[in-house]
């Protein structure tokens, strides 16, 4: 009989979240972690009954709302991992509207999200084993992506993970870690240079080897500009963080 290999060992028995279950990228990440012997619980606003691959379909599925978060928190109590994947690409000239939807979709709900699981994380106290949240951003939090509100979305949304990570406390027994990725070939992005599949080893690839800030890109500027930017936004949060406190002393 073969082996476990450390990999198997490590995600065996592990219930994993992911949201944008059904996009091309979460199901890659389906498929890699059941290999590996974990549970994977996918979320998802649409309909599932289509889904017909069994490698690629989760082991449950939850079907949500942005702006209905709350009602996930008993679900999210008994998951492990919960990878943020979620998202929207407004493409050509935006409206107003359309730039709302892409905030809340690809930002807002996000970080009521990430609120709800460190909360969960705070009261379980989980020492020996801490709750992660993984938050796929995109290298569009630095670099162009010829959408300006895909880009403005997710800048947020990597601001708000930068002063999330910066100021946890450490009794949340929660481990944030950034996802920071290339243009993947997906129905947001057909012209993506990257596979899915690539992209979702390269993650689960960079996360046994416990990096916090995991990119994956064939852009060498990415590797330049995001941990600069990100040491930049922690010495700006401590720093504005620190004055705040001496005044209210």
């Not at 290999?35 to 619980?41: F, L, P, R, T």
């Not at 209905?68 to 008993?74: A, D, G, I, R, W």
């Not at 916090?212 to 590797?223: A, E, M, R, Y």
Request: charged share 20%.
């Amino acid at each position: 009989m073969l082996g476990i290999s450390k990999s198997q060992k490590k995600w065996s028995n592990i219930k994993i979240g992911i949201t944008g279950a059904t996009g091309a990228l979460g199901t890659s990440l389906i498929e890699k972690f059941k290999s590996k012997g974990a549970y994977v619980i996918g979320f998802t606003h649409s309909n599932t009954s289509s889904k017909a691959n069994k490698n690629k379909a989760p082991d449950k599925w939850i079907n949500w709302e942005c702006g209905k978060e709350e009602e996930l928190k008993n679900i999210f109590q008994s998951i492990d991992i919960l990878i943020l994947n979620h998202g929207i690409n407004p493409k050509g000239n935006i409206s107003t509207k359309q730039l709302s939807k892409a905030i809340e979709v690809n930002a807002l709900s996000s970080w009521r999200i990430i609120d709800i699981f460190e909360e969960i994380a705070t009261k379980e106290k989980l020492i020996e084993s801490p709750k992660e949240i993984w938050i796929n951003t995109s290298e569009a939090e630095v670099l162009p992506a010829l959408s300006p509100g895909y880009e403005i979305s997710k800048r947020l949304l990597g601001q708000l993970t930068s002063i999330k990570a910066t100021f946890i406390k450490n009794e949340s027994n929660l481990i944030i870690r950034k996802l920071v990725l290339g243009p993947f070939k997906s129905e947001l992005n057909p012209i993506g240079i990257m596979s899915p599949d690539l992209v979702a080893n390269q993650i689960i690839n960079q996360a046994e080897l416990n990096f916090k800030l995991i990119i994956v890109t064939p852009n060498p500027l990415t590797f330049l500009f995001i941990p600069f930017n990100e040491l930049i936004r922690h010495i700006y949060f401590k720093i504005f963080s620190n004055q705040e406190i001496n005044k209210n002393s």
